[in-house]
């Protein structure tokens, strides 16, 4: 079993950065690759951006390449997503998710969740 526990999210005005983390607990965090995803209300929850478990590779939606950046420090088991350029669009429930061997963009392969940061982003 993996926990994931995700921080950082909040209220800021378009324009504005906030950092997600969010924090793995339970097996080695470095056998993981990890995803971002969102969910608006009354929408599917949506690929955001993926790092590989060596964190040599990344992978990002069209609508957040350039304006987001996601990393990872394996030593503190923890994945990070960097938002910056804020949208009222980009405004959701962000979570974060683990897959044992890659990364993918759909949120059916991945193993673990977190529960979830609000991100609200006004105009």
């Known amino acids: 079993q993996v926990q994931l526990v995700e921080s950082g999210g909040g209220l800021v005005q378009a324009g504005a950065s906030l950092r997600l983390s969010c924090a793995a607990s339970?097996?080695?965090?470095?056998?993981?690759?990890m995803g971002w995803f969102r969910q608006a209300p009354g929408k599917d929850r949506e690929f955001v951006a993926a790092?590989?478990?060596?964190?040599?590779?990344?992978d990002y939606a069209d609508s957040v390449k350039g304006r987001f950046t996601i990393s990872r420090d394996n030593a503190k088991n923890t994945v990070y997503l960097q938002m910056n350029s804020l949208k009222p669009e980009d405004t959701a429930v962000y979570y974060c998710?683990?897959?044992?061997?890659?990364?993918?963009?759909?949120?059916?392969?991945?193993?673990?969740w977190g529960q979830g940061t609000q991100v609200t982003v006004s105009s």
């Open positions: 998710a683990a897959n044992r061997y890659t990364y993918f963009k759909s949120p059916q392969a991945y193993d673990y």
């Open positions: 790092i590989s478990r060596t964190g040599g590779s990344t």
């Open positions: 339970g097996r080695t965090f470095s056998n993981y690759a």
